[in-house]
Antibody, heavy 122, light 112 residues
């Protein structure tokens, strides 16, 4: 059974940092791109970042470029999101989701974690 | 970036009646490989998003056959043939052709 479990969220002051983790199981983690998506309270879904299978390619939403770094450890089946210089508008539930493993991408965003809340407030 | 526009943004439906949600794209979502990477997700209250439909019309495993997706180019539709109480939630379309960034529609809230 595919499982994605996020951790590391919580309350942080504006300007602070937080590192989110996503533990994956039930599939060959190293075969998939992986993605972070967030959802501000009462708002819609927003893609944040994704990373290629070997970590050689990374892409970020413009609003977080320079403040966020996505990474992965295939040996630990884990995905990470390092967030720095956090702002109130970064307050959201952050989800990790499985992305493509091959051409034609039948598995893009087919499994999601339960989400982890990040609150940026003084 | 691609803009996806969903309509309506809110939908109130009686159980057993059909429902339809439209998703319009500012650009064609046909990729160079010939596929169209348009997805539909359901988010029930308090839950994570769940993928319902991939590449316009392919229903995910476990998704009831009352859900169907259709469309081409820039215009897409999610239809529920007979709404059930468990279908309450917010529905999002998403472009997987012109990434980065992946773009979601604003969401359509379905109520009973």
């Amino acid at each position: 059974e595919v499982q994605l479990v996020e951790s590391g969220g919580g309350l942080v002051q504006p300007g602070g940092s937080l590192r989110l983790s996503c533990a994956a199981s039930g599939f060959t983690f190293s075969s998939h791109w992986m993605t972070w998506v967030r959802q501000a309270p009462g708002k819609g879904l927003e893609w944040v970042a994704n990373i290629k299978q070997d970590g050689s390619e990374k892409y970020y939403v413009d609003s977080m470029k320079g403040r966020v770094t996505i990474s992965r450890d295939n040996a630990k089946n884990s995905l990470y999101l390092q967030m720095d210089s956090l702002r109130a508008e970064d307050t959201a539930v952050y989800y990790c989701t499985r992305d493509c493993s091959s051409d034609r991408c039948p598995d893009r965003f087919d499994y999601w974690g339960q989400g982890i809340l990040v609150t940026v407030s003084s | 970036d691609v803009v996806l526009t969903q309509s309506p943004l809110s939908l109130s439906v009686t159980v057993g009646q059909p429902a339809s949600i439209s998703c319009g794209s500012s650009q064609s979502l046909v990729f160079s490989d010939g596929d169209t990477y348009l997805y539909w997700f359901q988010q029930r209250p308090g839950q994570s998003p769940r993928r319902l439909i991939y590449k316009v019309s392919n229903r995910d495993s476990g998704v009831p056959d009352r859900f169907s997706g259709s469309g081409s180019g820039t215009d897409f539709t999610l239809k529920i043939s007979r709404v059930e109480a468990e279908d309450v939630g917010v529905y999002y379309c998403m472009d997987g052709t012109h990434w980065p960034p992946y773009t979601f529609g604003q969401g359509t809230k379905l109520e009973i």
